[in-house]
């Protein structure tokens, strides 16, 4: 989908042509048109940074063995990650404006390594595990530098495709989930993983500071009083809102799901993580075809079509199936959200891309904040009722209403946006 306004018809055709490092992007096929070392650089970046940021999900159950919690206290500790990721996109994303994707995620990378480094030295009382899981936020916020970095090299029809590759770095939530508690089990002791973690997130420094380039079409950083501009638009809301529900729902699920499997089917600690695992690779997987999907037929029916499986993904997984047909529902469910991921990024570089870095941290931490509520509902509502019923019926029931203020959404935007053959825009 391409968001151009109905009286700037020539306006759009040129930017079509605009360069990109000297190229022309007329006719140009997607790999051709863009920097493949930056865009890898996004994805590798993106990626082990994401693994770091949920590391504590997967490792939640053999950490409660040493600090004994309630559910609610095992929900509030996997989700304080995702508060402090939530936070630092908007700032993140600032700075990538300002300083410029590049030197943003190598700061990042360097701030990640604190985290970790004291989680694995340091950790001694509860006080500990919350900051460390606070400040993991760090590598959640890679969101707003990365996407920016590849999304900046690509023109408006290969936008879903490029923010899709640089996005499908969420699959580290898989890295952890399936390599944290057997590392943890195998060494003797889950604080070894942070130390061990601190090796990729190293490697990945090193091949996003030699490989990784600024694109040559990088607007001029602006004054903040222009950002606060963005935020009274309507639009920059309603990106917020469609990813607190795909993202939110994503990376909540995948922090949480190692718990619930343990919780309701009593599998062990590395089991219950190899089922999570199942499921967070339909989120991280599907994201490019999302993208992909949304660049053919529009990011708004995707995220309609989206949102309606998902829901129903949910009421039925709120019947507390057995192991394995919730697996399925889960997995399918996970697939809609990631899917949906790709969907709002389509649609985000087209409505803001001269504001792409701020605008990608604060969509990024409308998600996160979407990601810390969801484990808290589960959570709480767990402990409250002995049962996830209730938890899951709000998913279906959020799931849903996101479906029909999509329907509004579309109607109201056929009106105010040309749609566009290539790009099968809205």
Request: charged fraction near 10%; proline fraction near 4%.
């Amino acid at each position: 989908m391409a968001f151009c306004c109905l009286n700037n018809q020539k306006k759009r055709k040129k930017r079509e042509k605009q360069l990109i490092g000297g190229i022309s992007l007329e006719n140009k096929s997607f790999w051709k048109s863009g920097h493949k070392p930056s865009l890898l650089s996004s994805f590798m970046y993106f990626d082990f940074s994401f693994m770091v940021w949920v590391l504590i999900g997967p490792l939640s159950i053999l950490i409660a063995d040493d600090y004994a919690m309630s559910a609610a206290q095992k929900a509030n500790l996997v989700a304080l990650p995702i508060l402090g990721g939530s936070i630092l996109r908007i700032v993140f994303g600032f700075l990538t404006d300002y300083f410029g994707p590049k030197r943003t995620g190598q700061l990042g990378m360097l701030l990640t390594l604190i985290p970790l480094i004291w989680g694995w030295k340091f950790i001694s009382s509860y006080a500990d595990l919350y900051i460390v899981a606070l400040l993991l936020g760090v590598a959640g916020a890679s969101f707003a530098a990365a996407l920016p970095l590849a999304s900046r090299w690509y023109p408006p029809q290969y936008q879903g495709l490029a923010m899709g590759i640089a996005g499908a770095g969420n699959s580290g939530t898989v890295l952890a989930t399936l390599f944290a508690n057997r590392l943890a089990i195998h060494f003797g002791s889950w604080e070894t993983v942070f130390g061990l973690a601190i090796i990729p997130i190293a490697f990945a420094l090193i091949f996003f500071t030699l490989f990784a380039k600024e694109a040559p079409n990088r607007p001029a950083p602006k004054k903040l009083s222009q950002y606060a501009d963005i935020l009274k638009q309507k639009d920059a809301w309603l990106l917020c809102m469609m990813y607190s529900v795909t993202f939110g729902g994503f990376v909540g699920l995948s922090n949480y799901l190692t718990i619930f499997f343990n919780a309701q089917y009593d599998l062990s600690a590395v089991r219950a993580a190899d089922f999570a695992t199942f499921c967070v690779i339909a989120g991280s997987l599907f994201r490019p075809i999302g993208g992909f999907l949304s660049d053919r037929i529009g990011g708004i029916r995707m995220l309609i079509i989206l949102f309606s499986c998902a829901s129903m993904m949910f009421i039925f997984i709120s019947t507390l199936p057995t192991l394995y047909i919730a697996l399925t529902s889960l997995f399918i469910g996970m697939m809609c959200l990631g899917m949906g991921n790709g969907s709002v990024f389509q649609l985000v570089p087209q409505r803001f891309g001269d504001e792409i870095g701020l605008m990608t941290g604060i969509v990024g931490a409308a998600g996160g904040i979407g990601g810390y509520l969801l484990p808290n509902i589960l959570g709480s509502l767990y402990q409250l009722t002995g049962s996830y019923k209730a938890g899951f019926q709000i998913l279906g029931a959020i799931s849903i209403a996101s479906a029909i203020m999509m329907i509004f959404i579309q109607v109201k935007w056929n009106k105010k946006w040309l749609v566009q053959k290539d790009t099968a825009a809205l």
